[in-house]
């Protein structure tokens, strides 16, 4: 069974940083790309970066660009998501999706979510 | 202001189909595969559609989609109360080079 499960949100201030995980399993992590999908509250779905299987290419939203880090380890089944420069507007529950297909809108499997909230 | 345009509101009663609508353009749903997902209350999205019209394993075949054009439809027949949920259309936009979402529908059953 395809697990995805995410950790590490919270509270943080403006121009804070957080770390956020995604643990994978039930399935080749190493296999496929996977994306980061962000929804502030009450409020539609939201593509944040996606990173290949390798590692080797990354892709953001422009409102995330330079601040926002993807990466992942493959012996360790994760993906992260670094995130910096902290704004209000990123204040947002913050999924883990496995795409099914590249440089499509297919995500076949998401985590439950973590909640990031960016306030003083 | 999203890429895709949906409806905010949708309704229907019990054993009732009603259709939710995507609207894009040329350089999303015009030229790539439409996606549908659903997210219950509390919950995950989940993956509803496919590829315009597929069904992943699982969903039930009350539910369908289709798609014109710039712009996608997801049916549902049979309307049941746990169908109560909102929806959302999904296209690759090439002008953005990203996955583009819909604003979502809240499906309310009556």
């Known amino acids: 069974e395809v697990q995805l499960v995410e950790s590490g949100g919270g509270l943080v201030q403006p121009g804070g940083s957080l770390r956020l995980s995604c643990a994978a399993s039930?399935?080749?992590?190493?296999?496929?790309?996977m994306s980061w999908v962000r929804q502030a509250p009450g409020k539609g779905l939201e593509w944040v970066a996606n990173i290949k299987q390798d590692g080797s290419e990354k892709y953001y939203v422009d409102s995330v660009k330079g601040r926002f880090t993807i990466s992942r380890d493959n012996a360790k089944n994760s993906l992260y998501l670094q995130m910096n420069s902290l704004r209000a507007e990123d204040t947002a529950v913050y999924y883990c999706?496995?795409?099914?297909?590249?440089?499509?809108?297919?995500?076949?499997?998401w985590g439950q979510g973590t909640l990031v909230t960016v306030s003083s | 202001q999203s890429v895709l345009t949906q409806p905010p509101s949708a309704s229907g009663t019990p054993g009732q189909r009603v259709t939710i609508s995507c609207s894009g353009s040329s350089s999303n749903i015009g030229s790539n595969y439409v996606y549908w997902y659903q997210q219950l209350p509390g919950t995950a999205p989940k993956l509803l559609i496919y590829r315009n019209n597929q069904r992943p394993s699982g969903v039930p075949d009350r539910f369908s989609g289709s798609k014109s054009g710039t712009s996608a439809s997801l049916a549902i027949s049979g309307l049941r109360s746990e169908d109560e949920a909102d929806y959302y259309c999904?296209?690759?936009?090439?002008?953005?080079?990203?996955?583009?979402f819909g604003g979502g529908t809240k499906l309310t059953v009556l």
């Open positions: 999904a296209a690759w936009d090439d002008s953005l080079s990203v996955p583009a």
């Open positions: 999706a496995r795409e099914g297909d590249t440089a499509m809108a297919y995500f076949d499997y």
């Open positions: 039930g399935f080749t992590f190493s296999s496929y790309w």
